[in-house]
């Protein structure tokens, strides 16, 4: 065991092991124990958390790469299987794809990364993702479901899922409102009404 440990060691725990006059008398576990005080780097959940949550989903990697170090960020945090899921889609760049994962309402994190495996990102210019249409009159908010801004950009209350976009009821979709005909809507300035 202790060629072992004397075969792996590298940079400063090498320098660190030489340094000291009497290693080769020492037993393997004190070492070990030794090593693990020196050099054993142990965090706060604090500081884990805020690296679990700040490790987004790279353009260049695939889904897998990001979901398996997101796992490995999140074990020590002990979280349950529904945050996490909620974690794992939040750090999703592209937008299009995070609502999508969020409207599949995933029961197990197996799920996600089944669904996400095949899954690419597209290429990111400047504050918006690359796509065939890139001006703002063919984007729609999925918050008030108008057309010309982003959900996040939405000046409107935010809707429930499932409720109707027009009049907020979540008895009904808007195809079946009962208001929707009846109200007239007028448009100033930068306001977009469904």
């Known amino acids: 065991m202790r060629l072992l440990l004397l075969g792996k060691l590298k940079g400063k725990a090498q320098q660190w092991l030489h340094s000291k006059p009497n290693f080769v008398a020492e037993s393997f576990m004190q070492l070990v124990e030794e090593l693990k005080v020196m050099f054993g780097t142990t965090y706060s959940k604090l500081i884990l958390r805020k690296k679990f949550e700040k490790r987004k989903w790279k353009q260049t990697e695939s889904f897998a790469e990001y979901y398996n170090d997101k796992i490995m960020l999140a074990n020590p945090l002990n979280l349950e299987e529904e945050e996490l ?23 197990c994190k197996a799920q996600l990364l089944q669904a996400f495996s095949k ?30 801004h982003y959900a996040s950009e939405c000046r409107k209350p935010k809707i429930e899922k499932g409720a109707c976009y027009d009049c907020g009821s979540k008895a009904h979709r808007i195809n079946e409102c009962p208001d929707r005909n009846k109200t007239v809507h007028h448009v100033e300035g930068d306001e977009y009404i469904a």
């Open 85 to 107: 899921i909620e974690y794992l889609i939040d750090g999703i760049m592209d937008e299009q794809l995070r609502i999508q994962a969020y409207l599949q309402c995933y029961n």
């Open 119 to 148: 899954v690419k990102q597209r290429e990111v210019v400047g504050k918006f993702f690359n796509s065939t249409s890139t001006s703002k009159a063919n984007i729609r908010c999925y918050n008030c479901n108008s057309m010309g």
